[in-house]
């Protein structure tokens, strides 16, 4: 029951669900990704960033930087830049209760939404690599997180609070919701892409599909590094989940798990990915 969680913890909630409005922009868009952070979505965007430019004969992105893609899948904030194309937008948003209802999702005219999330136990050791530099905490510190979520930009408890909102949001519109494995992206990113284009009724070309594969790979991307943008996206972290999530580390998450989350989003959110 979330009486029994930390007031702070249950505070950030109740201001997601009743404060966060920001949904109501997503009508004015023909599809909206929506991430959990460092799930791949620098990736996917720039894929579908290429495609989408060769399937209708435009400049490519010159790198695969938020900015530099915004173009083709922005903030929903932004000015439209190409009017002949699909008009796509990107949110790492934990959405209103109103997207729970059919409707406020019809008066809203919500989009297709792709929801693209990765391991929570990949999630967090990535991020904790990314920005280790800047968040200046041992990795167990960092497990614990901040049931108030302010003091790091992801942890266990943004990952639950995630997590458990748009898996209500899951099951109360299965129909408007494509969700997508960073692993099995991994595995069949050429699936993943059309299936996402199938999503939004984008009708991506055989050949454009063919080179946003191409330009998808980690030895293609580290080409096109923005020297503006944020640092170690392409991070190749040196520790293994499996040294991570050890004895008390383990125990920690495992708890907290069991705790703070009521949507696995098709995870066995318990134990190391494949």
């Not at 989408?52 to 439209?80: C, M, Q």
């Not at 699909?86 to 809203?108: E, K, M, N, V, Y």
Request: proline content about 6%; charged content about 25%.
């Amino acid at each position: 029951m979330i009486e029994t969680l930390p007031a702070a913890y249950r505070a950030r909630v109740r201001n997601d669900n009743w404060n966060n409005y920001s949904v109501l922009r997503h009508g004015a868009f023909d599809g909206m990704l929506v991430t959990s952070k460092n799930s791949g979505t620098h990736w996917l965007k720039y894929m579908l960033a290429i495609a989408i430019a060769d399937t209708h004969g435009i400049a490519r992105p010159k790198y695969f930087s938020e900015n530099a893609v915004r173009p083709y899948i922005g903030w929903p904030k932004d000015k439209l830049t190409f009017p002949d194309i699909p008009r796509l937008a990107f949110s790492h948003t934990i959405p209103h209760r109103l997207a729970d209802w059919g409707w406020a999702r019809r008066a809203a005219n919500l989009p297709p939404y792709v929801l693209a999330v990765r391991h929570p136990m990949a999630i967090l050791a990535s991020h904790h690599a990314k920005w280790e530099y800047d968040i200046k905490v041992d990795w167990l510190a960092y497990l614990k997180g901040d049931p108030g979520g302010k003091q790091y930009r992801c942890d266990i408890y943004w990952l639950a609070r995630f997590w458990n909102r748009w898996g209500d949001v899951c099951v109360d519109a299965p129909g408007r919701i494509l969700t997508v494995h960073y692993e099995d992206t991994l595995k069949d990113a050429r699936a993943v892409l059309e299936a996402v284009a199938a999503h939004w009724s984008l009708d991506l070309t055989p050949g454009a599909i063919d080179a946003a594969l191409a330009a998808g790979t980690k030895a293609e991307m580290a080409k096109h590094t923005d020297p503006d943008a944020e640092p170690n996206v392409l991070q190749n972290r040196k520790t293994s989940l499996a040294d991570l999530f050890t004895g008390e580390a383990m125990d920690l998450y495992r708890t907290q798990v069991k705790t703070l989350f009521r949507h696995d989003l098709g995870y066995d959110l318990l134990n190391l990915p494949a």
